[in-house]
């Protein structure tokens, strides 16, 4: 459309500019008529047309432009945030590992329970919630690495790993064993 928009205009101008020149060396030879001017006028208003088309085209193309780039943009941060999330996921299974390993005698394991539950607060703001292992087994949040023979069928007996979601979309899933 804006190239069609772009030729006509040029054709335009062409036109313009040659009906100027003839009309310049006329009133050279004679008089200006009102019928050359009204021709003039005519021809400049098309103009004005023209180009208040092709302006309101480029504005439209630059609105465009902004909202794709404010897609793209919005996206990136998504991907990035993702990544981020994943790395700080191993520091939070190191650190519920050192938790189960220590013992509740250890008075340091006090300040690693600390430190979880500030990294798992932060976390919280960007979105990254734990996946929920409560319901049963859902395809969608759990990978199955094996089966459970303690539990009901179809429920999670055993989290070998926590699973994690950022604002509804998987992170990572939870690893379980499922009964049979």
């Given amino acids: 459309m804006a190239t069609e928009q772009n ?4 054709d335009l101008q062409q036109e313009q500019i040659a009906e ?3 009309a310049h ?5 004679t008089e200006v008529t009102a019928e050359d001017l009204q021709q003039q006028i005519s021809v400049l208003a098309e103009s004005l047309k023209l180009e208040k088309a092709r302006t309101a085209n480029a504005v ?7 909202e794709r780039i404010q897609r793209e943009s919005e996206k990136h941060k998504d991907t990035v945030l993702e ?4 790395e700080l996921l191993d520091t939070v299974d190191n650190l519920e590992r050192a938790i189960a390993a220590a013992g509740e005698d250890n008075a340091m394991v006090e300040g690693v329970k600390l430190t979880l539950k500030s990294l798992l607060t932060t976390l919280e703001k960007f979105g990254i919630t734990e996946a929920d292992t409560t319901r049963g087994f859902n395809a969608d949040l759990h990978q199955a690495v094996g089966i459970d023979p303690t539990a009901k069928a179809n429920e999670i007996g055993t989290v070998l790993q926590k699973g994690y979601t950022i604002n509804g979309r998987l992170l990572r899933p939870a690893m379980v064993m499922v009964g049979a």
Wanted: glycine residues 0%; charged residues 35%; without cysteine.
């Fill in 25 to 29: 060396t006329e009133t050279e030879q």
């Fill in 83 to 86: 990544k981020f999330a994943k």
């Fill in 20 to 22: 100027q020149e003839s």
């Fill in 60 to 66: 439209y193309e630059a609105q465009k432009s902004v």
């Fill in 7 to 10: 030729e006509q205009a040029q």
